[in-house]
């Protein structure tokens, strides 16, 4: 059974950092896409960023660029998000995700670790 844990959200002032972690269990993730999706409330689920296992290569959402980095480690089968800057509206409940190759969707979903943001 495939499983992704997130850690690492708590509370921070407007300006700070927090680093997300996900690590994923069960099988070989070495050739999954990897991303990050947040959900404030009464919001949508909307995406943050992802990164190609095997290539690294990476993308993200508008609203983060240049603040938030994604990046993996293969040994460990974790994905980090390294958030800069931090603002109020990042405030939400961010989820971990993988998608397999070939597939369009993600397929495996964490279960959630909250941030909160203060001005």
């Known amino acids: 059974q495939v499983q992704l844990v997130e850690s690492g959200g708590g509370s921070v002032q407007a300006g700070g950092s927090l680093r997300l972690s996900c690590a994923a269990s069960?099988?070989?993730?070495?050739?999954?896409?990897m991303g990050w999706f947040r959900q404030a409330p009464g919001k949508d689920r909307d995406f943050v960023a992802q990164?190609?296992?095997?290539?690294?290569?990476?993308y993200y959402a508008d609203s983060v660029k240049g603040r938030f980095t994604i990046s993996r480690d293969n040994a460990k089968n974790t994905v980090y998000l390294q958030m800069n800057s931090l603002k109020p509206e990042d405030t939400a409940v961010y989820y971990c995700?993988?998608?397999?190759?070939?597939?369009?969707?993600?397929?495996?979903w964490g279960q959630g670790t909250q941030v909160t943001v203060s001005s």
């Open positions: 990164i190609n296992w095997s290539s690294g290569s990476t």
């Open positions: 995700a993988a998608m397999a190759p070939g597939r369009r969707s993600y397929d495996y």
């Open positions: 069960g099988r070989t993730f070495s050739t999954y896409t």
